[in-house]
């Protein structure tokens, strides 16, 4: 079984990396991928070029087994649609179960996402929240959960995609617009990320000019 996660990581940080390997843990994933996107559609164009934020990735992950980069997006170009992606995924392996990770307010908002009934034909919604977080009573994404969740693990290895399971995780307060802003005021980002990467953006001068909002 693997998961996918998706994000712009401009930059990544440990708000993106903990709760993945919370996640991995607990469902016994053989693999996590990252995926970086090319174009995010419901964001402004990333910071950083998606050679630099690729290398970022690299750096982040390359000592801890189990996470791998998957760069379909970044070679697909254009608007990076998870639906694409996971089509591309299943397309190639078939009916190995495969889990799209998420973040609760991600998930609250799903419906915004390009043909967004599709994503839980073709995986399974892993949700990483909080301990306690509340859920819509009322919705889609109500009965979404109503229809689909399920609290064994062992769900998500018997079926191929269609299941909504809630995994509870450290979130942490880390958000990579607050670490350019921080960055654009000099400040120091160190532990908000690996120091890999932290060098790597004083390296290449990155987030310099981000505009403080």
């Given amino acids: 079984m693997i998961a996918v996660f998706g994000g712009t990581f401009d930059p990544v940080h440990y708000g993106h990396l903990r709760p993945l390997l919370e996640v991995k843990q607990a469902l016994g994933l053989d693999e996590v991928r990252l995926m970086p996107c090319f174009m995010p559609p419901h964001r402004d164009v990333p910071g950083a070029t998606p050679k630099q934020r690729l290398k970022m990735l690299q750096l982040a992950i390359e000592e801890v087994p189990g996470f791998v980069i998957d760069q379909r ?19 190639e392996l078939g009916k190995t179960p495969i889990c799209l990770i998420m973040g609760l307010d991600a998930f609250l908002g799903i419906e915004s996402w390009h043909q967004w009934p599709r994503l839980y034909e073709l995986s399974h919604i892993v949700v990483a929240q909080r301990p306690g977080s509340k859920l819509p009573q009322q919705g889609a994404v109500a009965n979404l959960v109503e229809n689909a969740r399920v609290e064994d693990v062992s769900m998500l290895r018997q079926h191929a995609a269609g299941r909504v399971y809630f995994q509870s995780v450290t979130q942490l307060d880390i958000s990579a617009t607050a670490i350019r802003e921080q960055i654009a005021c000099g400040q120091d980002v160190r532990f908000l990320m690996p120091d890999s990467v932290r060098r790597y953006i004083e390296t290449e001068d990155l987030y310099k000019t981000e505009r403080v909002r």
């Fill in 73 to 91: 997006e970044l070679q697909r170009g254009g608007p990076s649609y998870m639906v694409d992606t996971l089509q591309s995924l299943r397309d």
